[in-house]
């Protein structure tokens, strides 16, 4: 809530002012970041009360004292006071930003399946993961949060129109092989892309994870949209991630993305529950000879590097492909498969891994 008490000067030009401030270590702004709670002006004096979650005090003093300077510019403005809480909650020894981080009711994980480069299989990974943590006896949706690129509903083989509850207002997931699923590609007129600016993927994405009855589940997969733009800052600010898988090539160009996702989890206290290398190999299926297409190894040094777990490798495997071509992914389609194992062992490192956290 932002209150202005009078019109002297205008709130506007206070907070064009404030998202000139950076969150230290960030190259997002305090204004977008949602930390400014209200802006008191009164004659030529303005007050601006934030709130921030942060286990290190440095970072509230270098807001207060950017924030003070960039509205000393204002030439009206005679005297500034800004008031900066750390609300005494735990927080990593990061010190992040104000999370107003909740849990979605009913839903004991939300895992996010992210990746740093477009291609990798990130999309494949997160339903055949979905699939085998259902089959496992979880409860489990999968919500696709890539806004302009949706590719869950290729996947299950749906473009089922999710049903909207009149009473309720919450929108009703598709039930597919046992999951509940929903993505932005049920909602849009023949697969169109989303034309979206960067206000409206905020409050599109937010909607989208708030307004969907998932009901009781186990785990709630998130298949998030390649790099680290607005839908993942939204996401890692909306809803409590019980953590985040990483998926990657073994390819240095890969990594090198996958590199900049990880840094993104760890800088909003996010856990990396690992990462996952996909494309790793391809087994000739005629001599069994194993080809490393993407590179060998690359995914192991890095987590190494990174300090996380590498929890699975995953071959080329054709019938992978043309599972998820066909609506129908492998994990579901051939639960008995060499490529459906790998993700049924992925499955079960992800539980493992949320166990010790
Ligand atoms: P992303 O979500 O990272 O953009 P996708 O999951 O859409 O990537 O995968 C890109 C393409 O690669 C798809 O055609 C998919 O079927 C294929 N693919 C992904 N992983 C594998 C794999 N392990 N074996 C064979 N094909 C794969």
Not at 210 to 235: H, N
Not at 313 to 322: A, D, F, G
Request: charged share 20%.
């Amino acid at each position: 809530m932002i209150l202005c008490v009078m019109a002297t000067l205008q709130e506007s030009q206070v907070l064009e002012k404030l998202s000139g401030v950076r969150y230290p270590g960030f190259s997002r702004d305090i204004v977008s970041f949602g930390l400014v709670k209200k802006i008191l002006i009164e004659e030529e004096a303005v007050t601006v009360q934030m709130s921030l979650t942060t286990g290190d005090l440095k970072v509230p003093q270098k807001i207060k004292a950017d924030a003070e300077a960039a509205l000393q510019d204002l030439a009206r403005v005679v005297s500034v006071r800004i008031d900066v809480h750390a609300p005494a909650q735990p927080v990593g020894a990061t010190g992040s930003p104000a999370m107003a981080t909740t849990a979605i009711a009913g839903v004991k994980h939300i895992i996010a399946v992210a990746s740093g480069k477009g291609g990798v299989g990130k999309s494949t990974v997160a339903a055949n993961l979905a699939v085998a943590l259902e089959r496992s006896g979880a409860s489990v949706g999968l919500c696709d949060c890539d806004l302009y690129g949706p590719s869950i509903g290729l996947m299950f083989g749906t473009q089922e129109r999710p049903f909207a509850d009149s009473d309720s207002g919450k929108i009703q997931p598709v039930e597919k092989y046992g999951l509940r699923l929903m993505s932005m590609g049920f909602l849009l007129e023949d697969g169109a892309p989303a034309v979206l600016r960067g206000p409206m993927v905020t409050k599109y994405t937010q909607q989208f994870l708030r307004q969907v009855d998932w009901g009781d589940l186990d785990y709630l997969v998130l298949d998030l949209p390649p790099g680290t733009g607005d839908i993942q800052l939204t996401i890692v600010q909306t809803v409590a991630l019980s953590g985040a898988l990483i998926v990657t090539t073994p390819q240095e160009v890969a990594l090198i993305d996958a590199r900049k996702a990880v840094s993104m989890f760890h800088k909003v206290n996010v856990p990396v529950l690992g990462l996952v290398e996909n494309m790793s190999y391809f087994l000739c299926p005629s001599d069994g000879v194993r080809y490393d297409i993407f590179g060998k190894g690359g995914g192991q040094r890095e987590a190494d590097r990174l300090g996380v777990p590498l929890l699975a490798q995953i071959p080329i495997e054709i019938i992978t492909r043309e599972a998820g071509d066909q609506g129908l992914p492998v994990t579901a389609a051939a639960a008995e498969s060499e490529a459906a194992a790998h993700f049924v062992k992925l499955a079960k490192s992800l539980r493992q891994g949320l166990e010790k956290n």
